[in-house]
């Protein structure tokens, strides 16, 4: 084969392992599932300008507690220099076109050599894949991924003739994908491990107050409702709806004869409640998983014109974060019975977010433009607190 078409495959091949390795560099500071790293992986191969790649990519994995040839899989391409997928395809191992998850490692065809016309080839590929193809399929090269959810990748129309250079290129995506989607696998489980752990962390630093048990889910959801129509990205949005539920974990270290105390706490029962922030922060340490949450432990009791507590901080001197929770804690104060209060309606809430009280001065302790979209969504609020009422079951 020409050396220049050996150069762009040895080319593509270094791509895919300069993605394997950008990978597992940033595997510790981001979150990501296996789909969104192998659609990267698959713009390298895809047909482009100055490369040969097929025009199509289909990829299967086997249906977990199916049998071994059923899967379920999707098929890729560029559109106007976007990725673009299919709907889900189900491919059923008693159909014609079943794909074969345990066979041979690799398969180059090309429709000259298996039939004599290329109508009767297309009777090789699923109905849904030939429909999203766009076009008849003249050649493909299919390779097996391994790893704990095995699969196929199938290559279609390469320019001219598919080829064993082809194959070697889809082989290394084929080591690619399945390393990725292994490792997205084995992240998703230490993932959840996480969150259960925060959880239940959080939900043991509420466990001796009255009525709490879906305080900590309920701040999330304020938190994350507050962060998401403020226009702010996603990534945030996503790790303040699990971190503000630690704001409180600093009162683990609170007796319960302060936390549980019926009236006003004295001087000195004031200054170790008011300690809690700090008690946080320290709780959290420095994982920088924890950085939002640790954000929010220490500043979600501080007021925009300075005079909330550990440190008086003043405006935007306070963590964003800190100024959402803020909001989404007092509110679920207010509509929580306490040892010290009983329980506001949404309309009695609503008039001290608008007025104030003896404890809350909102043009004081708020800040503005969030306490703007506080009012714009309230009625969320609402409803997040009556789906998930403490004195509910």
């Not at 199509?56 to 994995?61: D, G, N, T």
């Not at 959801?221 to 945030?236: E, V």
């Not at 700090?278 to 014109?305: F, M, T």
């Amino acid at each position: 084969m020409p050396s220049e078409m050996c150069d762009m495959s040895l080319r593509q091949t270094q791509e895919l392992l300069r993605l394997t390795d950008m990978t597992l560099q940033q595997i510790c500071c981001r979150r990501f599932t296996g789909e969104e790293l192998y659609e990267e992986a698959l713009r390298n191969i895809l047909g482009g300008k100055g490369r040969r790649g097929p025009d199509s990519i289909l990829l299967v994995f086997k249906d977990v507690g199916a049998g071994i040839r059923r899967g379920r899989g999707r098929v890729f391409h560029m559109m106007e220099g976007e990725m673009a997928g299919s709907e889900e395809i189900i491919f059923d191992p008693a159909s014609s076109y079943a794909i074969d998850m345990s066979g041979a490692d690799i398969v180059v065809s090309n429709w000259r050599e298996d039939r004599e016309t290329i109508e009767e080839y297309q009777d090789n590929f699923h109905p849904r894949v030939k429909a999203f193809v766009g076009s008849p399929i003249k050649n493909f090269v299919c390779n097996r991924i391994s790893g704990d959810r095995p699969g196929i990748i199938a290559a279609f129309n390469y320019p001219g003739e598919a080829t064993d250079y082809d194959a070697d290129v889809l082989r290394s995506l084929a080591v690619v994908i399945g390393s990725l989607v292994t490792l997205s696998d084995e992240v998703q489980e230490t993932e959840k491990a996480f969150m259960y752990t925060i959880e239940a962390l959080a939900r043991a630093c509420e466990a001796a107050e009255e009525e709490t048990g879906k305080h900590v889910v309920r701040v999330n959801r304020y938190a994350g409702a507050l962060a998401a129509n403020m226009g702010l990205p996603a990534a945030f949005v996503e790790v303040i709806s699990y971190s503000a539920q630690m704001h409180d974990v600093g009162k683990i270290k609170i007796p319960n004869s302060i936390l549980l105390k019926e009236g006003p706490l004295d001087s000195d029962e004031m200054k170790l409640m008011m300690m809690h922030p700090v008690y946080g922060e320290q709780i959290l340490g420095d994982s920088p998983r924890l950085a939002k949450a640790r954000e929010i432990a220490i500043s979600h009791h501080e007021n925009w014109d300075g005079s909330g507590y550990p440190y008086n901080l003043v405006g935007e001197n306070i963590p964003l974060v800190g100024r959402i929770v803020k909001i989404a804690d007092v509110y679920d104060a207010l509509r929580s019975k306490r040892s010290y209060k009983p329980a506001y309606s949404h309309a009695e809430t609503l008039s001290v977010f608008r007025k104030g009280d003896e404890r809350v001065d909102p043009a004081l302790h708020f800040d503005p433009e969030i306490l703007k979209t506080f009012f714009k969504i309230e009625h969320i609020f609402e409803k997040i607190y009556e789906s998930l009422d403490g004195a509910n079951p």
